[in-house]
């Protein structure tokens, strides 16, 4: 239980939360009668097994950890996706590439894994992961625009099959295919979406996909230039 609420304070970045959020969250939204009195007690042990009375502070009606950025994972990955968007703001592929990769690196496995997955942690599970997801898909787009095509499809193809509705993925997909000489198998790429979509959810792909499958056919010659970031703009393929 002192790990569980050591958890859940940690999961809120350092912000309060009041003894009613924190008995739900421990009790998974079924808190016990005393459940205040025995949060108290946690709190107390809390303190002693952290050793520093700076660090589970009272805060009002609630509690929060004091929390430095640099000590946090999470904020660490955070802060350097920043810094790697900046460097591709401002067309620093190389820099931002290096620091996607130092962002990745920080990940070790699934976030609070032996913790129980309900509540305010669950939420922050799914908000770091997706945001791992998106920051791997954002480092996969500059090294295509780098060039490194041939070397994505293995990784991509992995991503894509455990997330077969990103087309986003999709599309980077086809087209480290399609750069890689491979024009036949991102054509099958698509047909593979397109029927998976009208069976599975009854939708079709939408617009950028299918422009993208468009210029695939016709070869043309704009895919071997466009950059990931164009793939959703409103190019028009041109002749092969």
């Not at 809390?46 to 929390?67: A, F, I, N, Q, T």
């Not at 945001?131 to 070397?151: F, K, M, V």
Request: with cysteine; glycine share 6%; hydrophobic share 40%.
């Amino acid at each position: 239980m002192l790990r569980r609420l050591l958890a859940v304070l940690l999961s809120q970045g350092g912000h309060r939360l009041s003894l009613d959020e924190l008995a739900e969250a421990l009790w998974e939204g079924a808190p016990p009668d005393g459940a205040r009195s025995t949060l108290q007690v946690y709190v107390h042990r809390l303190r002693k097994v952290l050793d520093d009375s700076g660090r589970l502070v009272r805060d009002g009606p609630g509690y929060r950890m004091v929390l430095c950025s640099a000590e946090v994972d999470a904020k660490r990955f955070e802060t350097t996706v920043a810094l790697a968007r900046r460097a591709r703001g401002r067309s620093d592929l190389q820099q931002a590439s290096e620091m996607y990769c130092h962002a990745m690196a920080l990940w070790r496995g699934r976030p609070y894994s032996d913790i129980p997955n309900s509540g305010v942690v669950a939420n922050e599970i799914r908000r770091l992961e997706e945001l791992r997801l998106l920051t791997n898909q954002e480092r996969i787009e500059i090294d295509l625009d780098r060039g490194h095509h041939a070397r994505l499809v293995p990784e991509l193809t992995e991503l894509t099959t455990a997330h077969p509705y990103r087309e986003r993925l999709l599309a980077l997909l086809m087209l480290a295919l399609y750069r890689s000489g491979r024009q036949a198998e991102a054509l099958g790429i698509y047909r593979g979406t397109r029927l998976r979509l009208a069976q599975e959810l009854g939708v079709e792909p939408t617009m950028p996909l299918r422009r993208l499958h468009e210029a695939i056919l016709r070869a043309d010659g704009q895919l071997l230039r466009i950059t990931a970031d164009e793939l959703d703009t409103q190019w028009e393929p041109s002749a092969a």
